[in-house]
């Protein structure tokens, strides 16, 4: 079955919509919020297909780094289109990162993620609160990490239950194939080989780090507010996701 929030744009490989999710309020909204790999292989019809969706917002998430070498086609100014640039993971480069011991080495950059980066991930919520009508974008190179914990929040926010935003993470799976031909040919011309403790989309990942959220946090908002993010914006944020059209648009 085809996954309706899957968009097929020609360089991109996990372009996907947050809508079409269950929540009490009814389905999440389509082109709203949308998560993505890198967009440094798009093309002039690529990004013209991402600003016939309704494109307002982009938000990258990746490293300095990752920048210089991938530049993003759309920090060069795309008219209708604002681009922001703020790296969630930074210092936590899991490459460089000797002190993550833990059984799982993806699920302990997850965690030291969130205990560490709040008001990081508050500045990247307040811009999408604060976007114009349509859709908001944010992305990192794979579409899974970075792009999976921006989207939990967003689905928590709207209502959505946890298995949902499981749900969510773990579509990431079906587009690896082409996800990691497409990462290993990039390290290949840079000289260097992709870490495979980092590569799946396992869900029990985004279960445990949901469990972290809620027992270290108490939970989305609250992990919100304590880092400064106001009511105000976490209205903002409830409502882009909703309400939905009764299905997804073709």
Not at 102 to 131: K, S
Not at 165 to 178: E, K
């Amino acid at each position: 079955m085809t996954d309706p929030r899957l968009i097929p744009i020609a360089g991109s490989h996990n372009i996907r919509d947050l809508g079409g999710w269950p929540t009490p309020h009814g389905e999440t909204a389509f082109r709203r919020a949308l998560r993505a790999d890198s967009l440094h292989r798009l093309d002039a019809a690529g990004i013209a297909a991402l600003r016939e969706l309704g494109l307002t917002l982009i938000v990258d998430l990746r490293r300095a780094e990752e920048l210089a070498e991938a530049p993003n086609p759309f920090a060069e100014g795309v008219e209708g289109v604002e681009y922001r640039h703020v790296s969630l993971f930074e210092d936590l480069d899991p490459t460089r990162m000797p002190e993550i011991d833990e059984e799982e080495p993806l699920l302990g950059l997850y965690f030291l993620a969130l205990d560490q980066r709040g008001p990081v991930f508050v500045e990247i919520l307040r811009l999408i609160a604060r976007a114009e009508d349509g859709a908001a974008l944010f992305h990192c190179a794979a579409g899974k990490d970075r792009t999976g914990m921006i989207a939990a929040f967003l689905l928590l926010l709207a209502g959505a239950e946890p298995e949902v935003v499981v749900s969510d993470y773990a579509a990431t799976r079906p587009r690896l194939p082409s996800l990691l031909a497409a990462l290993e040919a990039d390290a290949r011309a840079r000289g260097r080989e992709l870490n495979a403790a980092y590569l799946d989309a396992d869900p029990e990942m985004m279960r445990a780090l949901l469990m972290h959220l809620d027992r270290r946090h108490g939970g989305a908002e609250a992990y919100l507010r304590r880092h400064g993010m106001s009511e105000a914006e976490l209205d903002a944020l409830r409502a882009r996701l909703r309400p939905a059209p009764a299905r997804a648009p073709a």
